[in-house]
């Protein structure tokens, strides 16, 4: 069933201890959002919640503070956590554990980590000591269990954030073997911002009776976000180009919504580093996040833009889902993505608590197909900014060609296709060709245009057929190879006798093993045929 409750005036209303409620007042809220006022009071009463509302609307608390009002009773034991939360990435794990650090100063929990890029030694000394929450990816948390070094029989509550996310990177097989290896008696929270129907299916197979809750229209953006199209050629510096014009355009003061940080989403890792590159050469202040990248310099990355230390942020998808940067003003996707779920968690990261937010989407010739599927999903329309759409599109400038990279196209081999395997351009062969030409002709009297340009050879006469040939004459022998009478056969000195020693009367009394001689049946496979030295 959907929830259709009033939204409550304050945290108070909605059950929570005061010990939570003394950590929100302090953190400066006093005011539930929507997922908040009617996921908590169903959270508190043991029930399997499926809460569906769009990215920024505080999902994060709206499972954080009912589980520590759970927790305030009982204890932990070694190995075997009270809770777990599923994150996708590591940044959305390190995001969740600020918020249990944030909401329960008042309370006397562990909470551990678990993700990639971690020793496993520190991971497992907070295992064994024992604890409360447990936060982790589903790959490094199969990875310790396999270890030996955690038992999930002990979990209270399982939450499962991001599950469209979790779909999407593959995580199902093991979010399903981990779901095995916890009690059936826990209480299951899903939260997610878009609910295709692969992870309808799965709630089925996880939750028991669950609430749903949907605050939202599935898939829809916040109403405070300004989208546009913006055209552009699809060769790569012609869209870097076109970025860098949009950015400084947004830098402009006049504008609605200037530009205070941005993150450029790109849908390759390989692109933002080439994008990364060309905003730094440019000199943009600008940092790179990708999957690829180590944990420290993801997490100093990230910092610094939080900070305001940096004000672009060029990343992957792995930065377009739940990371909390309250204050980001513009998102550019400098790529359409494939999938059009990614594309309300990419603007999802502007426009956050009732802010203003701008959203520019480049699109080239090619991507009519994704665009169509992603106004599709939002059930609207994106306006295209002022200079037109595609069919406006100004076309490419003629003769200008992208400038040579390296690689298969310039240089294979090491040299360039324009380049003759002796280093000489194009321009400069027909320069040596026509000077050797001239030469030619001056050389034949230059009275005539159509001189040989080659001195011809003297050509050999074709040899007639064999029948047609002259016989061979008979040649006499050669006398020099004749025997001469007048030398008598040579005679040959005697040779001495052999010395008889006791080595060879040894020699004399082993007996010598016939190299016919039968050793038994014939090895299958040589048919009648043995070698010898098989025999011996």
Known sequence: MTETETKPLSFSDLGLSQAVLDA???SGYTIPTPIQAQAIPHVLQRRDVLGIAQTGTGKTAAFTLPMLSILEQGRARARMPRTLILEPTRELAAQVEESFVKYGQNHKLSVALLIGGVSFGDQDQKITRGVDVL?????????HFERGKLLLTGIEVLVIDEADRMLDMGFIPDIERI????????QTLFFTATMPPEIQRITEKFLSNPVKIEVARASSTATTITQKLVATHGRDYEKRETLRRLIRVAQEEGSDNPLKNGIIFCNRKSEVATVYKSLQKHGFSVGALHGDMDQRSRMNALDAFRKNELTLLVASDVAARGL???????????????????YVHRIGRTGRAGRLGTALTLIARGDEKSLAAIEKLINRSIPWDESGDL???PPA???????????????RGGR????????????????VRTAREQKIIDAAGGEAEDAPLVAEKPRREPRPPREERAPREARPPRADLAPRADLAPREEAPRPALQVTDRSRREERRPRRDRDQDDGPTPKGFGEFLPGFMKR
Not at 397 to 408: I, L, M, Q, T, W
């Open 24 to 26: 929100v007042t302090t």
């Open 416 to 431: 360039d296709k324009e380049r003759s395997p002796r280093g000489k351009s194009r321009g400069e062969r027909e320069h």
């Open 397 to 411: 400038p003629e003769g200008e060609e992208r400038p040579a990279r390296r690689g298969r196209e310039s240089s």
């Open 179 to 186: 779901a095995g290896l916890c009690p059936f008696t826990r």
């Open 135 to 143: 936060i982790a990816t589903p790959g490094r948390l199969l990875d």
């Open 324 to 342: 909390d940067i309250p204050d980001v003003s513009h998102v550019f996707n400098y790529d359409i993505p494939h999938h059009a779920e990614d």
């Open 391 to 393: 069919a406006a599109l």
